[in-house]
């Protein structure tokens, strides 16, 4: 094994993408609409089942709840959201990522000094997926 991708049932993919790219800075890398083609650019008159998001060495997808259940039978149509893991992601500086979405995120555990060493923040992306933010704190942290 090399790499870990996960892959998010999502209830709308157009407002995930919005809330990833434009909240903590991932860019589409590709889109599929319900037709199981390819798109590079955006067609915002077309419905998309999957699209693939990629921040520095980060890769993340997301699925629409109907595709998903679709190409995995384990996952039914009405299977809820959110998950009891979280999404850790290094971050180079925590507080001013917080500063940047604090008014527009819903914060789960805002920025803090862990007993472990790290800066943390915690907040839930728009189907209620926690994401968590850290970077080794210093003896300046807190």
């Known amino acids: 094994?090399?790499?870990?991708?996960?892959?998010?049932?999502?209830?709308?993919?157009?407002?995930?993408?919005?809330?990833?790219?434009?909240?903590?800075?991932?860019?589409?890398?590709?889109?599929?609409?319900?037709e199981n083609e390819i798109l590079m650019e955006d067609d915002p008159a077309r419905t998309l089942r999957f699209a693939m998001l990629a921040l520095g060495d980060m890769e993340?997808?997301?699925?629409?709840?109907?595709?998903l259940a679709a190409d995995v039978p384990a996952?039914?149509?009405?299977?809820a959201l959110g998950a009891?893991?979280?999404?850790?992601?290094?971050?180079?500086?925590v507080d001013a990522l917080y500063e940047r979405?604090?008014?527009?995120?819903?914060i789960v555990k805002p920025p803090h000094t862990s007993w472990y060493g790290m800066r943390e923040l915690y907040i839930k992306d728009p189907d209620g997926y926690v994401l968590?933010?850290?970077k080794a704190a210093g003896p300046d942290a807190e």
């Open 84 to 93: 009891s893991m979280t999404l850790y992601m290094d971050c180079d500086d």
């Open 101 to 106: 979405i604090r008014k527009s995120a819903e």
């Open 1 to 34: 094994m090399a790499k870990i991708r996960p892959n998010l049932m999502v209830s709308d993919i157009r407002k995930s993408i919005a809330f990833y790219c434009g909240k903590l800075g991932f860019s589409v890398q590709m889109r599929v609409p319900l």
């Open 75 to 79: 996952f039914a149509p009405d299977m």
């Open 60 to 67: 993340l997808f997301l699925q629409s709840r109907a595709s």
């Open 132 to 134: 968590a933010f850290g």
